[in-house]
């Protein structure tokens, strides 16, 4: 296979590799597609504490598995995805940034919101990653 073929194939893993979970029945996740399961550092506390305040809601850190996609391909349009099952699927290069963490744990304090319409958003600009820009990107 070429280069450019082997690309492709890269780029198709990591997009089935995020929507693979939310088809799944039995473990939403599989070690298949290059899903690594993360121990969340410290520092994700204090990325809670902030997008809870920003969006004056509520929720329990510890209820969300967290994921690193190893094989997503850096610089791809794929920076994050939340399941329905409390998992939190993040590129390998992005597991530490905080706009784009604490966007994914907005999703899951709201249990969802994949069209960025709850005002949450709005509230919590500057301290997300702005919707508008993953809209740009194709994801959420």
């Known amino acids: 296979m070429n ?4 690309t492709g194939l890269r780029k198709l893993a990591a997009v089935v590799g995020i929507l693979v979970p939310v088809l799944a029945c039995e473990s939403p996740l599989s070690e ?9 550092p410290p520092v994700y506390e204090r990325f809670w ?3 809870e305040s920003c969006s004056s809601l509520a929720g329990d850190l510890a209820e969300v598995r967290w994921f690193v996609a190893r094989d997503v391909v850096v610089g791809s349009d794929i920076l994050g995805r939340r399941t329905g099952d409390s998992e939190i699927i ?10 784009v963490v604490r966007h994914e744990m907005l999703h899951q304090l709201l249990r969802g ?4 319409e709850n005002p949450a958003w709005n509230d919590c600009s500057g301290v997300v990653l702005a919707p508008r820009f993953i809209r740009g990107l194709g994801g959420g």
């Open 32 to 40: 298949a597609v290059g899903l690594v399961p993360l121990q969340p």
């Open 49 to 51: 504490a902030e997008t």
């Open 3 to 6: 280069r450019r073929g082997a």
């Open 113 to 116: 919101d994949g069209a960025h």
């Open 90 to 99: 993040l590129r390998a290069d992005l597991w530490l940034d905080g706009p």
